[in-house]
């Protein structure tokens, strides 16, 4: 029997999250904010002599998605992305993306390819304890933006640096715990 009530009266909290990249899990592991992509439907015209009717299209528009994460003092994390970024651009050689395919392990790629450039990630959501709850799974990622560390020795504090790094992906699915699409009960 269907309620229209909701059973489970705890809010999500913000803090409450995991993060994994398969090609990059020292970005992962650092990471401290991401969000849900936003999503857009488009919209159809359906002309009226009177006035022209929006309808709902058919082609779903997933926003980017991006990662704030803490960058260590080797800068082990922030080159994880930056050399994928340069594997896929080669801004010297074309010798960059043969390195880059030889240097990485093989993800699963969503096209027939031999080339390695794509990695599928997953956002992890707990519940209020601290329990794995649902999962947002992207597929297809590759990173087309990192944002610059910018040095201040005018600064008067220790701040940490942190970067953004924008992805490109297919699609993201919400799941539940089990891998099952999550719906509203």
């Known amino acids: 029997m269907s309620s229209n009530q909701i059973e489970n009266r705890n809010f999500l ?66 080159m994880e992305i930056q050399n994928w970024m340069r594997g896929l651009g080669f801004p010297e050689s074309l010798q960059e993306i043969y390195d880059f395919q030889n240097s990485n392990e093989a993800f699963e790629q969503p096209y027939k390819s031999d080339l390695n450039l794509y990695s599928d990630g997953t956002l992890i959501g707990l519940n209020s304890s601290l329990r794995f709850n649902f999962q947002v799974k992207f597929r297809s990622m590759f990173p087309v933006y990192l944002s610059p560390l910018e040095f201040d020795a005018t600064s008067t504090d220790t701040e940490y640096f942190t970067a953004d790094v924008t992805f490109k992906y297919l699609v993201y699915n919400i799941l539940d715990k089990n891998g099952n699409p999550l719906t509203s009960q």
């Open 13 to 78: 909290s913000s803090v409450n999250f995991k993060f994994s990249l398969n090609r990059a899990p020292k970005v992962a592991f650092f990471s401290n904010q991401v969000s849900i992509p936003s999503l857009t439907l488009g919209v159809a015209t359906q002309p009226n002599y009177l006035n022209d009717i929006p309808v709902p299209g058919d082609k779903m528009v997933f926003d980017d998605f991006t990662i704030k994460f803490l960058v260590d003092e080797n800068l082990e994390n922030y």
